[in-house]
């Protein structure tokens, strides 16, 4: 059904640097208000009196999830700008034909650990437009971001601040490298999982963590689930923090386990406290790995902490299996009985198999490995592929893929590599969640409609973050001032390809994915040099 829509307001023509300024986005909404109004010919008109636009997507579906717009249209592009969407033909320096097409708002990705430029061309050819790295987040956060502007991305990035870095470097007097390697060697040392830290290791850990506010970061990553001993007081703190400064957390949840003590749902009730508690918004990260075979209970509880107002926020990946190192306190004590009777066999390296001795090998000698680790199996199990959709499609909930470094015999991949070598290894959604999610949710099992889905993808994130980082209100929307962030696919053969084993196979289906108004994918293939992603942080008020 055609939902509002219109064609170039002659005043978006702001100077480029009140754009960048993030002035913009407040001058959009007055003016789509006021363009609505405006007549569908007359809009139409004026877009040919435009003349040029500097990229037109030609005759595709254009669904915008936001305003229900669902019709054959033209988008035009100028300055890395939506400046019309048409249903007459648009005149631009260069044309895609989008015919037979759906063209949608770029993909945002609310959780993406492989922050090197492979895994961002990986992440491109799977739709994704906007990559964030808000669970483990980083920190300095400032060299982070400075590190990938010098390296130049396809898609836009961002972070959040680690708050687990933060405590990290104070327990162990390890400096933070804005790397998540840092991570990895963190896993060799043994005194930041289960340790309390005092009030006023507390205080310097709340302080690391607002300097990485003050440097733009985009929330509070809080990894909880790697240190699960930590005081409730210092997740309490940490959470007031987020309170006060107006921005999200993003948790993998303390426990991990489908019995109690120290479950799962206990976990899940602990961020619904401090939803309640501080009045933070609490942003839980991936939700099927997380709540596993409890998804029914957990449900019950998410939504009735939403139904009471409480600012909780959710994101699901379409995969039975997790990723994670080796090392990682998940894996200890009575972690068989805690998974709901998993084994050593559950966990894979590059694909084989752990037995216990082996398991236990890596877990002394290389504690920071990625391996794979399978909570449910839905390939095998009717009920696990249902616990799995009831994770996935939670209401409200955004689609996040989690996706993570790839590497080659154990050593990451980073710089300009592609295409990845053979051997190249990471968890499948590193390539193919967003693609996987359209072939099997939307298009195969049809679980949700077209436009619910790409609302997952699109608006729901980005919806997220809108409340404390105002450029995202310009993500996430296919409309006229938007940012040209899109994408354009086959929706009959759009489709993940990368298996547990082989990982290693780029989404197909995705014939453009254009950021900030440049094609990094053109007729599905990467454009190597194209680099036009952009940094996405919270504007910060300077003193
Ligand atoms: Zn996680």
């Known amino acids: 059904m055609p939902g509002p829509e219109v064609s170039t307001p002659r005043t978006l023509s702001a100077p480029s640097a009140a754009r960048a300024a993030g002035a913009a986005w407040i001058l959009m909404g007055s003016l789509v208000a006021a363009s609505v109004v405006e007549a569908q010919s007359s809009a139409d008109a004026r877009a040919a009196e435009q003349g040029l636009f500097d990229l037109v997507v030609a005759n595709g579906r254009v669904i915008d999830p936001e305003t229900g717009l669902d019709g054959m249209r033209s988008v035009g592009i100028r300055d890395g700008r939506i400046e019309a969407i048409s249903r007459t033909p648009l005149r631009g320096r260069t044309v895609l034909d989008a015919s037979g097409l759906v063209v949608a ?27 964030l790295e808000l669970e483990a987040g980083t920190l300095p956060v400032a060299a982070a971001y400075e590190r990938i502007a010098r390296e130049g991305r396809p898609i836009n990035y961002g972070f959040s601040a680690s708050w687990l870095f933060a405590r990290i470097a104070e327990k162990e007097e390890m400096e933070p490298t804005g790397s998540v390697t840092f991570f990895q060697e963190a896993q060799r040392r043994k005194g930041w999982q289960y340790t309390l830290a005092s009030p006023e290791e507390t205080a310097r850990i709340i302080a690391r963590v607002e300097r990485g506010l003050q440097e733009g970061a985009l929330g509070i990553g809080v990894l909880a689930g790697y240190a699960p ?109 805690r998974l709901g009777g998993a084994t050593a066999g559950d966990i894979e390296l590059a694909g084989v198999p752990f037995n216990d001795s082996t398991l236990a090998e890596a877990q002394a000698k290389t504690p920071g490995a990625w391996i794979i680790a399978h909570y449910l199996r839905p390939d095998r199990s009717a009920a696990d592929q249902d616990y799995l959709d009831q994770s996935v499609l939670f209401p409200g909930g955004a689609i996040a893929s989690d996706a993570m470094p790839w590497t080659s015999k154990g050593t990451p991949i980073t710089g300009d590599v592609w295409p990845l070598p053979d051997d190249a290894f990471a968890h499948p959604r590193s390539a193919g969640t967003f693609t996987r999610f359209l072939r099997d949710y939307v298009r195969e099992r049809r679980k949700v409609t077209l436009r619910e889905g790409l609302r997952r993808m699109t608006l729901i994130p980005a919806q997220i973050l809108e409340g404390s980082v105002p450029p995202m209100k310009r993500k996430g929307r296919l409309q006229v001032g938007t940012d040209a962030d899109l994408i354009a696919f086959d929706l009959a053969t759009v489709s993940d390809r990368g298996t547990y084993t082989q990982p290693n196979q780029t989404a197909v289906g995705m014939r453009y994915v254009i950021v900030n108004g440049t094609a990094v994918i053109r007729d599905g293939v990467l454009a190597r040099d194209a680099l036009p992603g952009r940094a996405i942080r919270r504007p910060v008020a300077t003193r």
């Open 105 to 131: 708002p770029g993909l945002i990705d609310l959780h993406a650990h492989g922050q090197d430029l492979p895994a961002a061309r990986m992440q491109a050819l799977d739709g994704v437009t906007t990559a």
């Open 229 to 337: 001993g930590y005081g409730r007081k210092e997740a309490f703190a940490v959470a007031q923090l987020a309170a006060r400064v107006r921005v999200p957390t993003f948790t993998h949840v303390r426990y991990n386990s489908v019995i109690e003590p120290q479950s799962s749902f206990e976990a899940i009730a602990e961020i619904v406290s401090l939803a309640a508690a501080t009045g933070a918004h609490m942003h839980i990260n991936h939700l099927n790995s997380s709540s596993m075979r409890d998804i029914p209970r957990i449900a019950e509880l998410l939504r009735g902490a939403q139904g009471r107002g409480l600012r909780i926020t959710t994101e699901a990946y379409p995969y039975g299996a997790g990723s994670t190192v080796v090392g990682a306190e998940l894996f200890r004590g009575n972690w068989r009985e």
